[in-house]
């Protein structure tokens, strides 16, 4: 097992500082996070197979326990102690929770927190896919938690990770701008692939190249990549349920094509749409895109520090209203450290009770589905500032 420290330090000043005054308030001495988004948020390193396991201290120390093939991307964070463990062995059979306990133990006792409050992770979660496959600890970690420090008082701590995660850093949305700006040129490069006789499947790769591709031409990102789908003619229809699906099939003169991606860069991610018409839009084509903008612009409008979320779908909702036409989700949700979750902070939510802060970052979706004709969205990203917002899918 080794030690090390980050390189990143003063990006992750104020995140630290946010996290010791959430556990002041908690009344809690650290919190051990192990779901990939969190450890992210806590440490600036987004882990690759999902067994890294982060701790944050009230005194304002970052620790983290990393398999050692992922040593490298994790000495890019800003954790001031890293430390390598062995998922694996092959003396014996075992698993990524049994073989972290041991050295969890170890690193809790040298942070001196093996007898203090700790908080933890315990509520349903919905997670970006950080690779093929992934492991989530889920409720072992309190099983590992109980050997590693039987002294603890223990106490969940969901709900101040998912205020934290609500509320991005500085330097946290300038990792989001960087992720929108590698789909802008991703969705450059694709565009003019879009023709007659082109397949759904076909151009959803080829937009998901884009994002690996151009990723890597960052010199700072060290990940990239991303899911992307198209759908297109009555097929856009059916873009407002909980997945998106590519089939194979053409496109035809007259379309919606609707493309629709969820890219990332370094764990950072963006939830994108846009929507063309091949050809030249016919009057009812027109009139979606021309409400959908027009929706669009009407929540931007809206979005400032200390306005409710639902306020701003009520604005896009309204506008839709006016032309005869509605959509079936909200309006938005939180994008960042998560992709696509209904339940990422803040709702854009016609229930929503939230308040925007500056420094949130979500995507606004106004969208037309009619079964059977077709579908329209337009889903940019936005960060809320001191003043108003940052549109970050400029294109």
């Not at 027009?294 to 809206?302: I, M, N, P, S, Y």
């Amino acid at each position: 097992m080794s030690d090390i420290s980050g390189t990143r330090q003063s990006d992750g000043r104020e995140r630290i500082a946010r996290i010791q005054d959430a556990l002041k308030i908690e009344e809690l001495d650290a919190v051990v996070c192990t779901l990939p988004s969190f450890v992210l948020m806590v440490s600036g390193y987004w882990p690759v197979i999902g067994t890294a396991i982060a701790v944050a201290t009230v005194e304002g120390e970052i620790a983290l326990l990393v398999p050692a093939d992922e040593l490298h991307f994790a000495s890019h964070g800003w954790a001031q102690r890293i430390r390598t463990f062995s998922p694996g062995a092959l003396d014996h059979i075992t698993t990524p929770a049994v073989a972290a306990t041991e050295p969890l133990r170890q690193l809790l006792h040298d942070l001196d927190i093996h007898c203090a409050r700790i908080g933890y992770e315990r509520g349903a979660a919905s997670e970006p896919a950080t690779y093929a496959g992934m492991n989530l600890y889920s409720g072992s970690i309190i099983d590992m938690l109980r050997v590693a420090a039987p002294s603890a008082p223990l106490a969940p701590a969901d709900e101040m990770l998912g205020r934290l995660a609500a509320t991005k850093t500085p330097p946290e949305v300038a990792r989001v701008r960087v992720a929108c700006q590698i789909a802008k040129e991703a969705y450059a490069y694709g565009r003019p692939q879009i023709r007659v006789g082109g397949v759904e499947t076909g151009l959803a790769a080829l937009y998901r190249a884009g994002f690996s591709v151009y990723g890597m031409t960052h010199e700072d990102v060290l990940r990239a990549d991303g899911f992307a789908w198209c759908m297109s003619g009555p097929n856009s229809a059916e873009a407002g349920a909980s997945f998106a699906y590519s089939r194979h099939r053409q496109l035809q003169m007259g379309d919606f094509v609707l493309i629709h991606s969820n890219s990332y860069a370094d764990g950072y991610w963006t939830d994108i749409t846009r929507t063309q018409v091949l050809g030249e839009a016919e009057a009812k084509q027109a009139s979606i895109l021309t409400a959908i903008f027009e929706a669009r612009h009407a929540a931007f409008a809206t979005i400032k520090p200390g306005v409710r979320a639902a306020d701003v779908d009520r604005a896009a909702r309204e506008v839709l209203a006016k032309h005869g036409y509605d959509f079936p989700h909200s309006l938005g949700h939180g994008v960042g450290f998560a992709a696509i979750s209904a339940n990422a902070r803040p709702r854009i939510h016609p229930r929503s009770e939230e308040i925007l802060e500056t420094g949130m970052t979500f995507n606004i979706e106004p969208a037309v589905y009619i079964d059977g004709f077709g579908g329209a969205r337009h889903c940019d990203m936005v960060a809320v500032t001191e003043s108003g917002m940052e549109l970050l899918t400029d294109f």
